[in-house]
């Protein structure tokens, strides 16, 4: 059965204090690792889809990474606006696509 | 506005009621899924609607059921509520029912509680 885990569960950062979310997969066959940023009370909001290890995006100070047993998502020189929980998510390659989802890192940055 | 609409946005309802959940997709997507998400697991799927027609199941318990009507517009049913049951119900959609490169694009959700 395919597995996400993200790690930490939680970060506390300071203000432009760079920083890095792991997340670990097993999956048999991926077809797509996705990251969403979720804020409370709110959907989680779509962010990147890696397909293939070595793939890399960016948008703003966000860098998500993917290697064949996890993917990163770093972090930089964050800002207050970028707290939130950060989620993960893995695709088979059956054709069907159920996204399965960690559950989360929550992002706490002070100013 | 992600363009996926939820209602009802909060609903309080008491142990063994039913209650019913609506999404709207977004304009040209065709499939529909569900997803719960509780405090201690995670967003966990549900069921996934395409063009209508069931395309795949999750951890669904018994006591739900969904349908997607021809306008597109999707219902999740929850039965014998139990306390366990509260949680936040999303919805998502996407444009295919093969095409997840994208992700998917979710509504606010509907968060349910039970007492």
């Known amino acids: 059965e395919d597995q996400v885990t993200q790690s930490p569960e939680a970060l506390r950062l300071q203000e432009g204090e760079s920083s890095s979310l792991n997340c670990s997969y097993t999956?048999?066959?991926?077809?797509?690792l996705f990251w969403y940023r979720q804020d409370p009370g709110k959907g989680p909001e779509f962010l990147f889809t890696?397909?293939?290890a070595g793939e890399e995006k960016e948008k703003e100070r966000l860098k998500a990474t993917l290697t064949k047993k996890e993917s990163f998502l770093h972090i930089t020189a964050p800002k207050p606006e970028d707290s939130a929980t950060y989620l993960c998510?893995?695709?088979?390659?059956?054709?069907?696509?159920?996204?399965?989802f960690g559950t989360g890192t929550r992002l706490l940055v002070s100013p | 506005d992600s363009g996926v609409t939820q209602t009802p946005k909060h609903l309080i309802t008491a142990t063994g009621q039913r209650v019913t959940l609506r999404c709207s997709p977004r304009?040209?997507?065709?499939?529909v899924y569900w997803y719960q998400q509780s405090l201690d697991q995670g967003l966990q799927f549900l069921i996934q609607?395409?063009?209508?027609?069931?395309?795949a199941k999750g951890n669904i318990l018994e006591r739900f059921s969904a349908q997607q009507f021809p306008d597109l517009h999707s219902e999740l049913n929850l039965s014998s509520l139990e306390l366990g049951d509260s949680a936040l119900y999303f919805c998502?959609?996407?444009?295919?029912?093969?095409?997840?490169?994208?992700?998917?694009?979710f509504g606010s959700g509907t968060r349910l509680t039970v007492v």
């Open positions: 998502a959609s996407s444009a295919g029912a093969g095409q997840g490169y994208y992700g998917y694009t």
């Open positions: 999956v048999s066959g991926l077809r797509g």
């Open positions: 998510a893995v695709q088979e390659g059956t054709g069907f696509q159920k996204l399965v």
């Open positions: 890696l397909y293939s």
């Open positions: 304009s040209g997507d065709l499939s």
């Open positions: 609607y395409y063009n209508g027609e069931e395309r």
